[in-house]
């Protein structure tokens, strides 16, 4: 049972969805959805899984007969998954340990959260552990921020007027975009036959000033990073000329990102590998 989320976790949840969800996440779920062939009676498990942006797609796909959980550690992010989708079971919880038996899945996805955990490949460990036999993983993680031009411009703004923290903060999510580092932590995981192709989708905002703003207040703030009005007001305004490249002739920003997309099964027997 998910604790109760308090009202700033809240709004911190609803803004994630409303702005990070359609401009980031929402246009890669089909490549989960398409890669593992979704059956009717389907186990499904999302790890990290946010919102439940890719379970909901998930369960759309597979129909009312499926098994669709999404686990996540913050209350705020269930909360909301559970408003927007009753029908799917959330479970607050760590990567690390996973609430469920051995072999309880057909699939196990997760979206954009592996670079976060504290343990990556105990965290693998475990995926694969609740995976039935040949059962897909199926893992995405962004490219490298040197193969992402907007948001490394937007982080080598926020080293000029906000300090190294605050650039390193905004990087974060970009931190495992060498594939093969993925691949070497499938492989102590104890995945069998990691496959990892690099595709490309289109982010898109409707201004500067909305993605910029909402990982000045939104996305530092979680990684630790609170930024005062004269700094925020002062990246905002450099923001507009920066960014401007990527400027669309209604207003909007749009861009490419790149991103590391991992499948695999699960060895006959556990890896013995130290962890990463």
Request: with cysteine; glycine share 6%.
């Amino acid at each position: 049972m998910a604790q109760s989320a308090s009202q700033s976790q809240l709004d911190a949840a609803w803004a994630y969805e409303l702005v990070f969800v359609p401009a980031l996440f929402q246009p890669w779920v089909s490549r989960a959805t398409d890669t593992l062939q979704i059956k009717p009676d389907c186990r499904v498990l999302d790890v990290a899984c946010g919102t439940g942006i890719l379970a909901r797609e998930i369960r759309r796909r597979a129909g009312p007969d499926a098994s669709v959980v999404g686990l996540d550690p913050h209350p705020g992010m269930l909360a909301v998954a559970a408003e927007l989708a009753p029908g799917i079971l959330w479970k607050q919880g760590v990567a690390e340990s996973l609430p469920f038996a051995d072999g309880a899945f057909d699939a196990v996805v997760c979206q954009f959260g592996l670079m976060f955990f504290a343990d990556r490949v105990q965290a693998l460990r475990e995926m694969l552990r609740v995976l039935g036999p040949q059962g897909p993983l199926f893992v995405v993680v962004w490219d490298a921020l040197e193969h992402i031009p907007a948001y490394a411009a937007l982080a080598a703004l926020l080293e000029r007027h906000a300090g190294r923290q605050a650039a390193d903060a905004l990087s974060a999510p970009f931190m495992l975009g060498d594939p093969a580092r993925l691949s070497e932590l499938l492989a102590l995981a104890g995945a069998s036959s990691p496959v990892i192709r690099t595709e490309t989708e289109r982010a898109q905002f409707p201004s500067i000033r909305t993605m910029v703003e909402a990982d000045l207040r939104g996305w530092l703030p979680s990684m630790g990073v609170e930024l005062d009005e004269n700094q925020i007001s002062r990246v905002l305004y450099e923001a507009e000329r920066v960014l401007a490249p990527y400027l669309e002739p209604a207003g909007s920003i749009a861009f490419e990102m790149r991103a590391h997309i991992a499948t695999a099964t699960k060895l006959p027997f556990p890896a013995t590998s130290p962890a990463a």
